[in-house]
Structures are given as C-alpha cells and as structure tokens.
C-alpha cells in the first residue's frame, strides 16, 4: 500500500453515526444524556478524526476502531454535559465583583431557597382568607421596620428599580439631575441611556463640580415631574465643588410637590461603621433626610440576592405597583425567599456581621488573613517550586460594586513571581494566570506589576483550595 492508499484506508475506518449509536456502551450513554448530545458528540468525534489525519498527512492513528472511537466520544459527552457556570476562587481583591457573582449568599437565605422552590408556596396566595396575595407581602413589612419607610417593593435589580421608578412617575417628562451625577456605572447602566429607555427626558442641572439649590429652581418647568439625586458610586468628586443638601432637595419637592428620589446603588441598611468601615449613608438616613423614594440593589453592601429595592412614599409605591413593567420586572419566589431571610439576620447586626458573607468578608480583620496565608504558604510553594517564588505579602483589598469607590481594606495575599527567567514577564504572567484559571475550582487573581497576586481575603474553604494544586499543570511554564 502506499502512503494515498493507507491514508484513504484510515479514513475509511472511521466509524458511521449509525454503527457507534448501536453499540451497547453507546446506548448507555444515549439513555444517560439524550440522543441528540450524543449524536452530535459523535459527529464531532468524526470531524476531530478527519481533522487529525488531513493535519498530519499520513496515518501514524492506525486504524479507528470502536474503542478507540468510543474512548473519545466519552470525553467528549465530558465536554458537552460540564456546567459552564461554576464556581471559582475570587482572590482578585474585590470582595463585590459583578463579573463574579456579586454577593455570597448566608446559609440560612439559601435553605430558605432549597425550601420553597422544591414545593409549592403562598407566593401570592393569602392563606388566612384563601384569596390572591401580592408577592412583595413577603418582605415589604420588614423592609418598612429596617428603613423606617411607608412602604416597599422589589424588583429584578436596581437598574430595574431606577427605571420602573422613572417610567412610573415621570413618563413623557423632564427629570432634573445634577451634571456631577451623570454616572456610569459597569456594565453598561448609563443614567442617560436609562432615563431615555424609562421615557423620560433628562434636564441637566448646574456643572460638573458645583451645583447649587438656586440652578433647581432656575431648571424647574411646567414639564418636571421628578429630582433625581444618584449616589456617585465609583468616584469621588473632590476639590473644589458643591452639591446640594439632601435636605434642601426635600424642601424644595415639597414645595414644588414633585417627587424627589434618591438612587443609592450599594446601599446598606445598617451603619458599617462598627465593621471598622467609614460611615456610608443608609436608606433609613435618606428617607429621615425627606426623600420620597430611595433605591438600592439586593446584591452589593446589602449581601442578598440580586434584585432592586425601592422604599418611600405608599401613593408612590402603589402608583408603581400598577405600572405593568412592574409586572415584567418582578423578582422570583426564590429571590424573595433570599431575600427575606437575609433582612431578619438584620435585625441583629452581630449575627449579620457572622451571618452574611458579604459583612464577614469586608470586616475580616488583616492578621487573621496573614494566619490564613500563613498555613496555605507551604502547600503553594511546593508546587511551584523550581519555577515561581511564592511570598506572603500585605497588599490591598477593595469592598467593589461601587461600595467605598475610594478606600481600601488592608489584606494578606501571595505574591507569585517568575524563578526561572527563562521567558519574558508577560508571558509568566499568561501562562501562570492561565494555569490557575485551568484548575478544577478556577484561581482568579490579579496581575500587578511583574507578579501574579492573590489576595485571600475571600478565601473560606480552605481544603478545595489546597486540593487544587494537586491538578496545577504547569508543562507550559517548564523547561
Ligand atoms: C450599581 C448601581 C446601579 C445598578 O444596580 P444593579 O443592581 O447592578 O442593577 C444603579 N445605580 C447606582 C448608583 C449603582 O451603584
């Protein structure tokens, strides 16, 4: 035979669909997975065949028997059936990241989630009268206890909060917002794109840095219909500027009897300041301030689920609540059993501050986190030895979500630097990071100058973190 012939015999070989689907360890798989993934696992596994053998020219695959084939199909289906969305390691530093999740929910908010989405619940259903109930029952009492306001709702997040807001009271009019709170915020929540989706005109007040009382009533129309004052979340205007007093706003919408409202995006409703964190302004604060309306998401400072709280006035709440989007943008029953937890361990900020990963985590004092760095050192360092250094160091924590935009939480972490400099730093850098990112629970740290820095501040499970280092390939760094 020569080297065409065998090449064509080789290809031959490979098995058809119809023929592996009928083996018995095939149609175990099938009953397991479904014909279709199979099918098309199958299909795959042909391609890759075909590919190998054109790649390389000539047949040193041999023959593709049924085993051989099979073999590959199973990591295939492997392949096919792992979860995209999993969980990692946050040690990046950022306690709230959006691209990881935000929030870590407390123990008790997800057996209450266990709970009520495996049976049926009185989500909306009122079990004293055996009539309709309205699913905001279940937490708008405490919300009211905890905020000291009238009334409360919830919705899908606080982009959705903001909007249901704008659309409901100020639809086809002109909201008045400082030029210094045009904020955008990650992930694409632009206060003016959201003011233009909600229907509303935008009505920029004063400058950039200053913005006196005076330019309100200047901007005040026939068409206004709400103040908007949005929390700068992630950054601080310094220097030499103004803003007007929550207070003064309230007089004034009184005055004007237009609605005044508040975003405050990473609210928390308790006073962080006994965490050891500075003072940050909590709905309570705003709605004794003579806000109408103050709206907060679920899943930053506040550590629940991910959802948009809005609390002030009853008629303007309940003009909300009959706003059809209210209807489109309303949370789960799983959201609502979160959540519903969450605001009881509230009621004790000693248990919240155990209780809720979030207040744990952002108060975790930096010499238990040196400890922690203390006892993981050694199983890290074997396992780069001979190519990276690995050094405990101090290093800074952020809280994130646009909580705290300006200060930083003293943090221990690891400081992990090429040994071996047989290959320029940036592509340490990628390979290391990307090593870590290729474990079984993924490593995500941060890169700052010439090191790969973990930082263990949200570092709990201990022992899943030291078995990852048994799977770390590091073939790619070698040699
Ligand atoms: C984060 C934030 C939002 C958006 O909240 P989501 O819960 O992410 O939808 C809106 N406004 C402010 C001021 C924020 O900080």
Redesign the pocket.
């Known amino acids: 035979m020569n080297k065409l012939q065998s090449f064509k015999s080789v290809l031959a070989s490979i098995p058809a669909v119809h023929e592996i689907q009928n083996l018995p360890k095939v149609q175990k798989l099938i009953s397991q997975h479904g014909h279709s993934l199979v099918t098309s696992a199958i299909r795959s596994v042909q391609s890759d065949f075909r590919d190998l053998l054109t790649a390389s020219g000539e047949n040193n695959l041999g023959k593709i028997n049924n085993d051989k084939f099979i073999k590959q199909l199973k990591n295939k289906v492997l392949i096919l059936t792992e979860n995209t969305l999993k969980p990692i390691f946050n040690l990046t530093g950022t306690v709230l990241h959006?691209n990881f999740g935000r929030a870590l929910l407390p123990d008790k908010a997800i057996k209450s989630i266990e709970l009520i989405a495996s049976d049926a619940s009185n989500l909306e259903y009122d079990i004293t009268s055996g009539e309709r109930g309205d699913r905001d029952n279940h937490i708008d009492e405490k919300l009211c206890r905890l905020t000291g306001a009238e009334a409360a709702t919830i919705v899908n997040?606080?982009?959705?909060a903001?909007t249901l807001v704008l659309n409901s009271l100020a639809r086809r009019k002109e909201v008045l917002v400082s030029r210094g709170e045009l904020?955008e915020?990650g992930?694409s929540?632009r206060l003016p794109d959201i003011m233009s989706s909600s229907g509303c005109k935008l009505h920029e007040v004063g400058t950039t840095n200053r913005t006196y009382l005076q330019d309100f009533e200047e901007a005040l129309g026939p068409r206004t219909a709400l103040i908007l004052k949005?929390?700068t979340?992630n950054y601080k205007l310094q220097g030499f500027t103004s803003d007007v007093k929550e207070k003064d706003f309230a007089n004034f919408s009184k005055k004007n009897n237009i609605p005044f409202v508040v975003?405050?995006?990473?609210g928390s409703i308790i006073d962080l300041s006994y965490l050891g964190l500075p003072k940050c302004q909590t709905p309570a604060e705003t709605i004794k301030n003579g806000a109408d309306l103050v709206t907060f998401?679920g899943?930053?400072l506040l550590g629940g689920p991910?959802c948009?709280i809005i609390v002030g006035r009853k008629d303007l709440i309940s003009r909300i609540k009959k706003n059809p989007l209210k209807r489109a943008l309303r949370c789960d029953k799983m959201t609502i059993a979160a959540f519903s937890e969450l605001l009881k361990l509230y009621e004790n900020p000693k248990k919240a501050k155990t209780e809720i990963p979030t207040l744990r985590l952002i108060s975790r004092r930096k010499d238990e986190i040196q400890k922690l760095a203390k006892r993981m050192h050694p199983t890290i360092k074997s396992s780069l030895s001979g190519i990276a250094t690995v050094q405990i160091i101090a290093c800074k924590s952020q809280v994130g979500?646009?909580s705290f935009p300006v200060e930083f939480l003293p943090s221990f972490g690891f400081k992990i630097e090429q040994k071996l400099k047989n290959r320029s730093s940036s592509q340490f850098l990628n390979s290391i990071s990307s090593a870590f990112r290729a474990l079984p629970v993924p490593i995500v740290g941060r890169i700052n100058k010439n090191a790969f820095l973990l930082d263990l501040r949200c570092l709990e499970n201990e022992t899943l973190f030291a078995k990852q280092f048994q799977y770390l390939n590091l073939k790619e760094l070698e040699s």
């Open positions: 959006t997040n606080n982009a959705a903001v904020i915020i992930g929540f949005a929390h979340s975003d405050l995006g990473s998401s899943d930053k991910q948009g979500s646009g």
